[in-house]
């Protein structure tokens, strides 16, 4: 059975930092791409970051790099999202999710999502 299971969620203040966890099981983890997607109340589900099997490739949103970095533990199963300098547009579930194939940015590319966890930015 697969399952993604995230945490790290919370409230923080504007300009604070929050690192997020997924953790991964019922899959050969390294073997697959990750990716984060966060929506956000009355908005699509967007594309944050993704990750490759090995880690050795990365790509982030445009109008979230120098801000976020995906990273990933093989050896732990689970991926991160190291989230700085937050904004209160960062507010939004975060989701993370398994890549099965194709663009890195499309939803549709991603098999199996996890539950998500509740970011909320104060100002």
């Known amino acids: 059975q697969v399952q993604l299971v995230e945490s790290g969620g919370g409230l923080v203040q504007a300009g604070g930092s929050l690192r997020l966890s997924c953790a991964a099981s019922?899959?050969?983890?390294?073997?697959?791409?990750m990716g984060w997607f966060r929506q956000a109340p009355g908005k699509e589900r967007e594309f944050v970051a993704a990750?490759?099997?090995?880690?050795?490739?990365?790509t982030h949103a445009d109008s979230l790099k120098g801000r976020f970095t995906i990273s990933r533990d093989n050896a732990k199963n689970t991926v991160y999202l190291q989230m700085n300098s937050l904004k209160s547009e960062d507010t939004a579930v975060y989701y993370c999710?398994?890549?099965?194939?194709?663009?890195?940015?499309?939803?549709?590319?991603?098999?199996?999502w996890g539950q998500g966890t509740q970011v909320t930015v104060s100002s």
């Open positions: 990750i490759s099997g090995s880690g050795g490739m990365t």
């Open positions: 999710a398994f890549h099965q194939g194709g663009s890195y940015s499309s939803r549709g590319s991603y098999d199996y």
């Open positions: 019922g899959r050969p983890f390294n073997r697959y791409a």
